[in-house]
């Protein structure tokens, strides 16, 4: 069982869609980063969210933090397909900073 | 550029050899992660070293071994190595509450 639990484990949408990827945990995170990889390279940091009700924008994708920083969102407005990648969550507890914690992860595939 | 540097790139060996992985963290960074993401799957954490210590442990498999250097770079060791073991492993560097930073990964097939 994975501390994260990641939804949806597959995307695959139009171009100009909308698409929300969710990241749920029964734990307490001090700050949850998400992240995108494309094929045969290193995930790259998207974002860091720290605040319970944080919300965080990048251009089209906007990040969410729950209010009890248990969980989190990443919304897509009018996906694009440069957007396709593996988007993962990451997270770390209050009580072991050192550690990470990974979802599983969404493939997100947007067709042109 | 993330500011991790991992080499090589692309390694191919075959079943029974032994393999060095080499990673350069952020500069700044006392912490290097070492992970292993098989196709179409998520990262496996496998080990963590702090300031040339080992931190933590994870799905790390008794074949393999890394080190930390006083220069803060890190080596991952595989050993008698398995067709299963071909995978993507990536280094990746932190510092105190700071998020990872990913290098590009080296991509290890065992034939």
Do not use: M
């Not at chain 2, 803060?72 to 998020?99: I, K, M, Q, R, T």
């Amino acid at each position: 069982t994975q501390l994260l639990e990641q939804s949806p484990q597959f995307l695959s949408i139009q171009e100009g869609e909308n698409l929300t990827v969710y990241c749920n945990s029964s734990s307490v995170f001090s700050s949850l980063q998400w992240y995108r990889q494309e094929p045969g390279e290193g995930p790259v940091l998207l974002v860091t969210v720290v605040t319970g009700g944080e919300v965080k924008k990048l251009k089209r994708l906007t990040f969410q933090f729950g209010d009890a920083r248990k969980d989190s969102s990443l919304h897509i407005t009018a996906a694009q397909p440069g957007d396709t990648g593996l988007y993962l969550c990451a997270g770390q507890v209050e009580y072991n900073f050192n550690k990470f914690y990974f979802g599983s992860g969404t493939k997100l595939n947007v067709k042109p | 550029d993330s500011g991790v540097t991992q080499t090589p790139k692309h390694l191919i060996t075959a079943t029974g050899q032994r393999v060095t992985l080499r990673c350069s963290p952020r500069s700044g960074d006392l912490s290097v992660y070492w992970y292993q993401q098989s196709l179409d799957q998520g990262l496996q954490f496998l080990i963590q070293y702090y300031n040339g210590e080992e931190r933590a442990k994870g799905n790390i498999l008794e074949r393999f071994s890394a080190q930390q250097f006083p220069d803060l770079h890190s080596e991952l060791n595989l050993s008698s190595l398995e067709l299963g073991d071909s995978a993507l492993y990536f280094c990746a560097s932190s510092v105190g509450l700071s998020p990872l930073h990913f290098g590009n990964g080296t991509r290890l097939t065992v034939t």
